[in-house]
């Protein structure tokens, strides 16, 4: 499968950007599918997962502002982040899962203060 994310960018604090994760297969064909993301000197980290029967999980510091959801007609995931912060900056990327992972390219989110 192949993956491509898309929608990063330049943004202000309190500001708002959504995510595409575009599939080449259909998404339903897999596990769950997540979203990371890692920050310059800092380890990948999980942003948020959906698994193919509707079950959310966020990390902490993500609850209440981000929301990841899947558009099956599409064959494309999303992640809209709201209440952006500088430290929300970092290379965001897209997987799906089915037994191992399968990664995409990121797309860098640059939150400015």
């Known amino acids: 499968v192949q993956l491509q994310a898309s929608g990063g960018g330049l943004v202000q604090a309190g500001g708002s950007l959504r995510l595409s994760c575009a599939a080449s297969?259909?998404?339903?064909?897999?596990?769950?599918m997540a979203w990371y993301r890692q920050a310059p000197g800092k380890q990948r980290e999980l942003v948020a997962a959906?698994?193919?029967?509707?079950?959310?999980n966020y990390a902490d510091s993500m609850k209440g502002r981000f929301t990841i959801s899947i558009d099956n007609a599409k064959n494309t995931g999303y992640l809209q982040m709201n209440s952006l912060k500088p430290e929300d900056t970092a290379v965001y990327y897209c997987?799906?899962?089915?037994?191992?992972?399968?990664w995409g390219k990121g797309t860098l989110v640059t939150v400015s203060s």
């Open positions: 997987n799906v899962i089915r037994g191992i992972p399968y």
């Open positions: 959906l698994t193919t029967s509707g079950s959310a």
């Open positions: 297969e259909r998404l339903f064909n897999f596990n769950a």
